[in-house]
């Protein structure tokens, strides 16, 4: 398995719900990334976890909470957005020792 | 402070024309260079990738990319272009762990 995948691919919620977002690589794979990213806009780094644990947060809003649960998944809770963190969210994941980041589809977000 | 910049933004083509897409970055110790790709509503890809060894580096699709040290450049490079590589074009760095994107280029390729 060489990919990362990431469900839902699409999601609407309103500013009051709870929800998340799930990516899963089976590469072995031992760091992982969470990206925002804007229309016609480069991806803007939100968090990272090397080996289950978290080790980058880019100042990221509370309403976004990240959860590695296991070595192969990646989630990302979310409650109570506004509606300008409507985006595209990539997960992402890399091997031990290299920079090469692997991409996931991404699950577009609306948020009403 | 590590950075990466694109020189156009928005870039149009026929088809069968060359292209050169520009790229710079500012990096200190050993730097990894990527260009990702990504058409329109789809996710991102990666064209191509330098590490170390010969400056030239052949991707997908035709792509190539030469990596000259001397100018911090990774400028992304194909002989003759199609109307389905319209798309967004993203130059990224990397140290060891996070990646620096550049901005982003358009492409758009008129048939």
């Known amino acids: 398995d060489t990919e990362v995948t990431q469900t839902p691919k699409h999601l609407v919620m309103g500013m009051t719900n709870k929800k998340s977002l799930k990516c899963e690589q089976h590469?072995?794979?031992?760091?992982m990334y969470w990206y925002k990213q804007k229309a016609k806009k480069p991806p803007e780094l939100m968090f990272v976890?090397?080996?289950?644990?978290?080790?980058i947060n880019e100042s990221v809003p509370s309403r976004f909470s990240p959860e590695c649960p296991n070595s192969s998944l990646l989630n990302l809770h979310l409650h109570a957005l506004q509606p300008e963190d409507s985006a595209l969210y990539l997960c992402a994941s890399s091997p031990r020792g290299s920079s090469e980041q692997f991409f996931g589809p991404g699950t577009r977000l609306t948020v009403l | 402070a590590q950075s990466v910049s694109q020189h156009n933004h928005h870039v149009i083509l026929s088809e069968a024309a060359s292209l050169e897409l520009g790229c710079n970055y500012s990096y200190g110790g050993t730097v990894n260079l990527f260009w990702y790709v990504q058409y329109p509503g789809q996710h991102l890809q990666l064209l191509l990738k330098?590490?170390?060894?010969?400056?030239l580096v052949k991707g997908i699709k035709g792509f190539e990319a030469e990596f000259i040290k001397s100018k911090f450049s990774f400028n992304l490079r194909k002989p003759s272009v199609q109307w389905s590589d319209t798309a967004e074009y993203f130059c990224?760095?990397?140290?060891?762990?996070?990646?620096?994107f550049g901005k982003g280029t358009m492409l758009l390729v008129s048939p």
């Open positions: 590469m072995g794979h031992r760091a």
């Open positions: 976890y090397s080996y289950e644990k978290l080790s």
């Open positions: 330098y590490f170390s060894g010969d400056p």
């Open positions: 990224a760095a990397s140290g060891y762990s996070t990646l620096t």
